[in-house]
């Protein structure tokens, strides 16, 4: 039998060769080609865990810091230790109730598993943190994890420096991945704009972890780690006192105010109002409180400093004299006779003076703020001799203005400002169809029609009045610590912007006398600060806006910008007080405050009383309260929709059987809420050229 | 072992070797699984606490027990060989009585800390029986009766280690049919047990219905083509419907019904995760069996994930491996049961393909030496029990190397001489050993 069977002792040996061969193969195509497997190892075992470093400090111009690190505390829970533990103690520690306890509970292990940590309760408050502290040890499973955030001693300039929040997809992409998912990223403000300064260097750890994810220690020793390098500081020219002052001042308004050291371009303070404690977006009410900010539809958010766009009104007539100055058009000597109106062209633009010689020559005319004076003076530049077409002239008028940095962004280092406008031929060739002269506009001359512009243009277009000629770009900050030629982020705000210099000195002294008579004999008396001379400029501007569907005029914008002191210009300041009525009523105190603060460093105890009254007068425009009601009752119209939770809803119900009206509001959707925004000024101001009446 | 001149006549020394290089591979692998960074590594290997030093006192065991051995005259073990055989029923048997449960099976028996698994020593029994069956005078091995008996003693220890929820250890006795078919068996059964697993794993991956199409296809080309040979002779026809009936009746109902009755949901479970198929429970109960089989271990960490895990692991090393102690998917947990049945990983990810390739080398060079050697015996017995050592060792090998590397469901049998695990390890001795003795006394005829 055995030698009858010999060649089947063959075939046992192929079979056995076989099965290896297939078992080869597979090892050769796991081993050597598949190259997969390696990094999904890695991508199992190697945890690289990135190490956060503070991010760098904002300090004022005195060396204070306005924006700084601190630590709070996170409640983070291991679901898997979490044994017999008095759940009711814990939850009346953190004041949510037992179903939300079990719903986080579950929440966290759906979310990171069992065995890992997961926030449960995130930016403790400190009574809650320090009560935690001490009962910890009850509730194993629980821990309490440190967090850097941010913070801000002086409970100032939010506008300014921005927040910090978790990347979103779109910087993602934006950054080509240069984050990840869970990092924090400046998201406005100074934040944003220095993001790549104040983060620093990030680190990276590998290490390894098992197969629960429980970190095992260093991968190779921690050959491949790199340390974080610390975020850098920065050093800004804000005066944090200054800026208090100014948010102060605000406080019950809507408005701004930006104040620039002329010298350098520096921006003192920057406030917009109605404003916020910025510390109320990082604490661990921020999720309630930026839904509070968000949903008040006078948007506090928005900084209007770089974001509101106003008609100029007479603020502009410095400008408009300068330009016909060096035009030749007029001279300081000629006047003009007003007796309360300026009838040349076919609706007579009105002037809040009357009596004679209140424009008899250009100081007079300046001081007194003259409509009927700067109207002549735009409509001579425009139909300037010298070039025999009006279109040149109005071509150059608005030349001379965007070199005044009107029109166009500026460049300050806080993202998405606005460029305000400055109408030139085009515009008014397509609204006219070529057929325009300078009656058509002739409101430019006084600082309305289309031109619209930011307070931070007012204010540096001043600056450049002070300074005879020249501008730096505004900005906040002067320097980093530290900084090597590799920090090019700053070099543009060192540039000297000769733009204005060919205007001769004399035609600006003439411009700064009349500028300065406002304050000592005109109309800004108001911000006359002893042994200081001040140049200035009231303004008070018409406003219209769409009020469920009408045209509505509203009471006129408070506007004021000055410089002092005229001889050695340290500070500007363009203030702008919506709705507030005429330039030297609110804007004017406004901007004498801050001026005397900054320059001297402090208030005479008499102007305290001055600062509590302007601060305590409420000036929130009326229409508001409407705009917000019928916001919050369109709003809970939707929310009741989708959810058909009468709950909200009814609250409006019953308001609305006091006010009758109201009761047709969800219907009324057909004007949404945001064209009643009342903070963004429609651009296309044409259509409703105003009666002019303005100072 | 010493050299005495007395016992090593003829001892063939390149099986003991092979024996002792695995061993220590073995030991090596499982402390390169189980070591972990600052142990005490003279405590660790004396201490008999950790799974290394335990093997390594089953590798000592295993050489006294082999010295012993070869120290037997070898007409011991033909003449008891039936004896071994009832008492290794009896051990299986026992079983069900006298059993611990651990880790969801039921064929353990405890001594003390020592566990013993009937069913892994059995087949030192069963290889002797079957030798001695087929080596009797009056065994006509052409006889269907002798082929049922032989059969017969190689199946009812993998019934009984059914019973006892271990299919990975009844699947070894299937091994034994290639001794049988060494001896003499048809090669159509090896054939059609072939044709009949290609069959089964073609009923899972293809639709039912597309199935029985290509079936019926298959089965009139094949008419198509045979036509002038079932002119000749009409029975031809009939033998072609016959077994087309019976593969569609295989392909419709058999099958079926095995999965739905006959195997557990997690071992239906396992069998879809290998060819790549989700597997739906067929009721609530069967996904409740399916996850309290589960119960314990993370979320996806089934079959599946083992697999993967193992997959990952053995692909990472890449062509020259990690080193010792360096690989990070077995050094943390990620392959589970990597000191016993997944024991092929960590040497994957320590020494990748070329570490990979030694070991078969060394495997495939074991089974030629055994080949060789039962070819070289003159009596029937040896070569029948050597070719039983050859065909179980195979077996283990392939059906575990190829489940870590993703080409077998997830089985649990140990990796020959490697895995973690002394009844395996001394099972596999013994066998090794038996046929070290059998081989010295090649030069007696008569047993």
Same mark, same amino acid.
């Given at each position: 039998m055995s030698v009858f069977n010999q060649s089947r002792s063959n075939i046992i040996r192929l079979i056995f060769i076989g099965v290896f061969l297939v078992i080869v193969i597979q090892l050769f195509n796991l081993q050597v080609i598949s190259g997969k497997y390696q990094k999904l190892a890695m991508d199992n075992a190697v945890y690289p865990k990135r190490i956060y470093p503070n991010r760098g400090i904002i300090y004022d111009r005195k060396g204070k810091a306005i924006l700084n690190n601190t630590i709070m505390y996170d409640l983070t829970v291991t679901p898997s230790q979490v044994k017999n533990i008095d759940t009711l103690e814990l939850c009346s520690f953190l004041e949510i109730d037992t179903a939300e306890f079990r719903k986080r509970i579950n929440d966290a292990r759906f979310k990171n598993g069992p065995v890992r940590p997961t926030v449960f309760e995130d930016l403790l408050p400190p009574a809650m943190q320090a009560k935690l502290e001490e009962n910890i040890y009850k509730f194993p499973g629980f821990t309490l994890v440190e967090r850097p955030v941010r913070v801000y001693p002086f409970n100032a300039a939010a506008h300014i420096m921005g927040y910090v929040g978790e990347v979103d997809s779109n910087i993602l992409k934006r950054e080509n991945f240069f984050y990840q998912l869970g990092d924090y990223v400046g998201r406005s403000g100074l934040e944003q704009r220095y993001e790549k300064v104040l983060m620093g260097q990030r680190g990276m750890n590998f290490l390894i972890k098992d197969n629960k994810n429980r970190i095992q220690g260093p991968y190779e020793k921690g050959m491949y780690d790199t340390p974080a390098v610390a975020g850098r500081n920065m050093r800004s020219y804000i005066d944090v006192e200054v800026q208090q002052l100014a948010e102060k001042l605000l406080k019950g308004k809507v408005g701004a105010v930006v104040a620039i050291e002329p010298k350098t371009g520096g921006i003192i303070a920057m406030a917009s109002g109605p404003g916020f404690d910025p510390n109320e977006l990082t604490g661990p009410y921020k999720q309630k409180n930026f839904n509070r900010l968000f949903l008040d539809v006078s948007s506090p958010l928005l900084n209007r400093a770089i974001k509101g766009q106003y008609a100029a009104g007479s603020t502009y007539k410095p400008l408009g004299a300068l330009i016909a100055l060096d035009e030749g058009v007029i001279t300081p000597a000629n006047g003009i006779g007003c007796t309360g109106a300026y009838y040349s062209c076919r609706r007579p633009v009105r002037c809040t003076e009357h009596w004679a010689g209140h424009a008899s020559n250009l100081r007079l005319a300046i001081a007194h703020s003259c409509n009927s004076f700067f109207s002549n003076t735009f409509r001579l530049t425009v139909d300037n001799p010298k070039y025999n077409d009006n279109r040149i002239g109005l071509q150059k008028w608005s030349e001379?203005?965007?070199?005044?940095?009107?029109?166009?962004?500026?460049?300050?280092?806080?993202?998405?400002?606005?460029?305000?406008?400055?109408?030139?031929?085009?515009?008014?060739?397509?609204?006219?169809?070529?057929?325009?002269?300078?009656?058509?506009?002739?409101?430019?001359?006084?600082?309305?029609?289309?031109?619209?512009?930011?307070?931070?243009?007012?204010?540096?277009?001043?600056?450049?009045?002070?300074?005879?000629?020249?501008?730096?770009?505004?900005?906040?900050?002067?320097?980093?610590?530290?900084?090597?030629?590799?920090?090019?982020?700053?070099?543009?705000?060192?540039?000297?912007?000769?733009?204005?210099?060919?205007?001769?000195?004399?035609?600006?002294?003439?411009?700064?006398?009349?500028?300065?008579?406002?304050?000592?004999?005109?109309?800004?008396?108001?911000?006359?600060?002893?042994?200081?001379?001040?140049?200035?400029?009231?303004?008070?501007?018409?406003?219209?806006?769409?009020?469920?569907?009408?045209?509505?005029?509203?009471?006129?914008?408070?506007?004021?910008?000055?410089?002092?002191?005229?001889?050695?210009?340290?500070?500007?300041?363009?203030?702008?007080?919506?709705?507030?009525?005429?330039?030297?009523?609110?804007?004017?105190?406004?901007?004498?405050?801050?001026?005397?603060?900054?320059?001297?460093?402090?208030?005479?105890?008499?102007?305290?009383?001055?600062?509590?009254r302007v601060s305590n007068a409420n000036l929130m425009p009326g229409y508001l309260v409407r705009a917000q009601y019928r916001a919050d009752s369109i709003r809970a119209y939707n929310w009741f929709k989708?959810?058909?939770?009468?709950?909200?809803?009814?609250?409006?119900?019953?308001?609305?059987?006091?006010?009758?009206?109201?009761?047709?509001?969800?219907?009324?959707?057909?004007?949404?809420?945001?064209k009643n925004n009342p903070l963004i000024k429609p651009k296309d101001t044409s259509k409703f050229r105003p009666k002019s009446r303005i100072t | 072992m010493e050299h005495n001149p007395a016992i090593s006549k003829g001892i063939d020394w390149v099986l003991v070797w092979i024996f002792i290089v695995l061993t220590s591979v073995g030991v090596l692998s499982i402390f390169a699984a189980t070591y972990r960074e600052g142990d005490d590594l003279i405590q660790g290997f004396f201490s008999l606490k950790t799974d290394y030093s335990k093997q390594l006192l089953y590798f000592g065991i295993a050489g006294i027990l082999g010295t012993f051995i070869l120290l037997t005259?070898?007409?011991?073990?033909?003449?008891?060989?039936?004896?071994?055989?009832?008492?290794?029923?009896?051990?299986?048997?026992?079983?069900?009585?006298?059993?611990?449960?651990?880790?969801?099976?039921?064929?353990?028996?405890?001594?003390?800390?020592?566990?013993?698994?009937?069913?892994?020593?059995?087949?030192?029994?069963?290889?002797?029986?079957?030798?001695?069956?087929?080596?009797?005078?009056?065994?006509?091995?052409?006889?269907?009766?002798?082929? /049922? +008996?032989?059969?017969?003693?190689? &199946?009812? @220890?993998? $019934? #009984? =280690? *059914?019973?006892?929820?271990?299919?990975? !250890?009844?699947?070894?006795?299937?091994?034994?049919?290639?001794?049988?078919?060494?001896?003499?068996?048809?090669?159509?059964?090896?054939?059609?047990?072939?044709?009949?697993?290609? /069959? +089964?794993?073609?009923?899972?991956? &293809?639709? @039912?219905? $597309? #199935? =029985? *199409?290509?079936?019926?296809?298959?089965? !009139?080309?094949?008419?198509?083509?045979?036509?002038?040979?079932?002119?000749?002779?009409?029975?031809?026809?009939?033998?072609?419907?016959?077994?087309?009936?019976?593969?569609?009746?295989?392909?419709?109902?058999?099958?079926?019904?095995?999965?739905?009755?006959?195997?557990?949901?997690?071992?239906?479970?396992?069998?879809?995760?290998?060819?790549?198929?989700?597997?739906?429970?067929?009721?609530?109960?069967?996904?409740?069996?399916?996850?309290?089989?589960?119960?314990?271990k993370k979320k996806g960490e089934t079959g599946n994930y083992n697999v993967k895990q193992s997959k990952i692991a053995i692909g990472s090393g890449r062509i020259l491996g990690k080193g010792l102690l360096s690989g990070t998917q077995t050094r943390y947990d990620f392959v589970p049961e990597q000191r016993t049945d997944f024991i092929f990983c960590t040497i994957g990810e320590g020494f990748g393909f070329v570490g990979s390739m030694v070991l078969m080398g060394i495997y495939f060079l074991l089974l030629m030496r055994i080949v060789s050697i039962a070819e070289r015996q003159r009596s029937v017995f040896s070569r029948c029990y050597a070719y039983g050592v050859a065909s179980v060792i195979f077996l283990h090998i392939a059906i575990n190397i190829c489940m870590t590397i993703g080409l077998a469901p997830v089985i649990g049998i140990p990796l020959p001489f490697i895995s973690y695990g002394g009844t395996a390890l001394l099972s596999f001795s013994v066998l090794l050993f038996i046929l070290i003795r059998l081989d010295a006394d090649r030069q007696m005829v008569l047993r």
């Open positions: 001379y203005l965007n070199a005044f940095g009107l029109g166009h962004r500026l460049g300050v280092d806080l993202p998405s400002e606005d460029g305000g406008n400055i109408p030139d031929t085009t515009d008014y060739n397509k609204e006219y169809r070529g057929s325009w002269n300078s009656c058509t506009m002739v409101t430019l001359g006084i600082g309305q029609d289309k031109m619209l512009v930011t307070p931070l243009q007012m204010a540096n277009s001043l600056c450049i009045v002070a300074n005879k000629g020249y501008y730096y770009i505004p900005h906040f900050i002067n320097r980093i610590d530290g900084e090597t030629k590799e920090d090019t982020v700053l070099n543009k705000y060192r540039i000297k912007h000769e733009v204005l210099s060919h205007i001769s000195d004399e035609d600006y002294e003439t411009v700064h006398s009349g500028m300065q008579d406002v304050v000592d004999a005109g109309t800004g008396r108001v911000a006359r600060i002893p042994g200081i001379n001040i140049c200035a400029k009231t303004g008070t501007a018409e406003n219209y806006l769409m009020i469920e569907g009408k045209r509505t005029q509203l009471k006129d914008n408070s506007m004021f910008v000055s410089f002092a002191p005229r001889e050695n210009p340290k500070i500007v300041v363009a203030v702008v007080v919506q709705n507030a009525g005429f330039g030297a009523t609110w804007a004017g105190p406004i901007a004498a405050l801050i001026m005397e603060k900054y320059l001297n460093d402090t208030l005479r105890t008499e102007r305290l009383k001055e600062v509590e989708i959810t058909k939770d009468t709950s909200v809803i009814k609250k409006y119900i019953k308001k609305a059987g006091v006010k009758s009206d109201t009761s047709q509001l969800p219907q009324d959707r057909k004007a949404p809420v945001v | 005259d070898s007409k011991f073990f033909t003449a008891t060989a039936n004896l071994w055989y009832a008492f290794g029923i009896l051990l299986l048997l026992l079983v069900f009585p006298f059993h611990t449960s651990v880790k969801g099976t039921n064929s353990i028996i405890k001594f003390g800390s020592f566990n013993l698994q009937p069913a892994e020593l059995c087949k030192v029994f069963v290889n002797l029986a079957l030798a001695k069956y087929l080596s009797r005078v009056e065994t006509d091995f052409k006889k269907t009766r002798s082929q /049922l +008996v032989a059969s017969a003693i190689a &199946i009812v @220890p993998a $019934i #009984l =280690a *059914v019973m006892q929820s271990e299919t990975g !250890l009844a699947l070894v006795y299937f091994s034994f049919f290639l001794v049988m078919f060494r001896e003499g068996l048809p090669a159509a059964i090896l054939i059609v047990g072939f044709s009949l697993a290609v /069959l +089964v794993v073609a009923t899972l991956l &293809i639709e @039912p219905n $597309i #199935l =029985a *199409v290509i079936l019926t296809v298959v089965a !009139l080309l094949t008419i198509y083509f045979l036509r002038r040979q079932i002119k000749r002779r009409r029975q031809l026809l009939f033998y072609i419907v016959t077994i087309w009936a019976f593969c569609v009746g295989v392909q419709r109902f058999a099958v079926p019904f095995m999965f739905d009755q006959v195997f557990q949901p997690y071992q239906v479970k396992r069998i879809y995760d290998t060819i790549g198929k989700d597997y739906v429970p067929k009721d609530a109960s069967a996904a409740l069996e399916i996850e309290q089989k589960n119960k314990g």
